[in-house]
């Protein structure tokens, strides 16, 4: 069975570039808007992170925490944002790994609860996320469903 290893962008942040470039070439966010949320992460002006999964030196899924993940709900903070895992990496419990990881990360900094926005009507409910309500998605014309986790 293969090992992968979770870390914090903290904990190697001269990946920084190359997760920055991930996240972009799977949300197509410009690169600069995670560089900059990064950036804020890094130099502790926030204790909103970025987590990823690496096999090897690969990244292979990651997600971050930001303030709203552009929604109009601007009382629902932090968000979790940008959940991502590459297609042969799915079903092997990696994305779920993650969303703990950073439950538990937030909760130890007295964050909570977080939210995030998704399609999806049935995988967050599997790591303890309950839906809370619809929002609607900035420059979104349907609307999309609010996970929170307590």
């Given at each position: ?8 962008l903290m904990e190697k942040p001269m ?29 502790k002006e926030t204790e909103y992170g ?101």
């Amino acid at each position: 069975m293969k090992k992968y290893r979770y870390i914090t962008l903290m904990e190697k942040p001269m990946i920084k570039n190359l997760a920055a470039e991930w996240f972009q070439s799977k949300w197509g966010i410009p690169k600069e808007a995670y560089m900059e949320c990064m950036n804020a992460y890094l130099n502790k002006e926030t204790e909103y992170g970025w987590y990823l999964c690496l096999d090897g030196e690969k990244i292979v899924a990651g997600l971050g925490v930001i303030e709203n993940d552009f929604h109009n709900r601007k009382d629902l903070a932090p968000n979790v944002c940008a959940v991502y895992t590459e297609e042969e990496y799915r079903r092997k419990g990696i994305a779920g790994n993650l969303l703990n990881m950073v439950v538990v990360d937030m909760k130890n900094k007295g964050i909570t609860p977080i939210y995030l926005i998704t399609d999806h009507t049935t995988f967050y409910e599997r790591y303890g996320w309950e839906f809370l309500c619809m929002v609607q998605g900035d420059g979104e014309p349907e609307m999309s469903r609010m996970y929170i986790h307590r």
